[in-house]
């Protein structure tokens, strides 16, 4: 064998080792984004391929098989991180958004687009958080506010109807609140939480971390487990979470809105 068929030889060896060390894994999600067991009732799927040097990429896809979004991947500790460019897509094809996530966190300038494919929003973000000048837009291309944010916090800005004319400013966004707000929540919780006896009897302890959406009228829907404890802490969570009162519901550009709300409840034995 000669000089150029030993190298032939080490080059697809090495195309195969690299090819076999990929590993990919496909996961279904239905509308309310819970991870589902089959593909004839999810909404979308997302295939996820990773390597051994800690970089892969997820893709995913409608259930009609259209692209829903893409992005770069970092993977530690089996964690995989959103990393890189990323861009999300309508039913119809057309793109929803674009931009960076550094280590999972909104990085740069990202873009928003409207169905029709006009553009919606532009906003730098750092760490996560809007930071920077925002601009929004009506459906017709005309400007709708000129924000400016540090660290996710209003600096305040100017609002404009669709003719173009000032009028009051009013925020961008608006969380979703507790009545009373965080402290009346820790009562809430405090009051009406009890520690499960076969968690206290097995002396367990660990933190839920719940999932829900405040809908548009303030009330609580689609309760998702997103850390458990078990031993019926999980359980526990979820009975006092219905018993809740409406919340003050969350708001985007002056309009109601469903926000998804991710709230910790940690178990401790005196």
């Not at 405040?214 to 829907?221: A, P």
């Given at each position: ?19 076999a060390k990929a590993q990919s894994d ?245």
């Amino acid at each position: 064998m000669n000089l150029k068929a030993l190298l032939f030889v080490a080059i697809s060896l090495l195309s195969f080792q690299n090819i076999a060390k990929a590993q990919s894994d496909t996961t279904y999600y239905d509308h309310h984004y819970n991870e589902i067991s089959r593909f004839r009732y999810c909404y979308y799927y997302r295939i996820t391929t990773a390597t051994s040097e800690g970089r892969g990429e997820v893709k995913e896809f409608y259930k009609d098989h259209q692209v829903k979004f893409t992005c770069g991947l970092v993977i530690r500790d089996s964690e995989k991180i959103n990393d890189g460019d990323a861009v999300s897509y309508y039913e119809n094809g057309r793109k929803k958004n674009e931009g960076v996530y550094l280590m999972g966190q909104m990085t740069g300038d990202w873009k928003f687009y409207y169905e029709t494919g006009t553009l919606r929003e532009e906003g730098h973000y750092a760490n996560d958080s809007l930071n920077g000048r925002l601009h929004t837009y009506y459906k017709n291309g005309k400007l709708k506010r000129e924000e400016d944010f540090e660290h996710g916090v209003s600096l305040g800005g100017k609002c404009f109807d669709e003719s173009g004319k000032q009028i009051p400013f009013f925020p961008y966004r608006v969380w979703p609140e507790f009545p009373g707000g965080l402290p009346a929540l820790y009562q809430f919780l405090g009051q009406n939480i009890r520690y499960p006896e076969k968690a206290r009897s097995k002396n367990i302890e660990g933190k839920v971390i719940v999932r829900f959406v405040v809908t548009r009228d303030g009330s609580l829907d689609d309760f998702h487990i997103l850390q458990h404890v078990r031993y019926g802490c999980d359980e526990e969570v979820i009975r006092v979470m219905k018993l809740m009162p409406k919340w003050k519901p969350g708001e985007q550009e002056g309009e109601k809105v469903d926000v998804f709300y991710k709230l910790p409840v940690s178990f401790r034995l005196e």
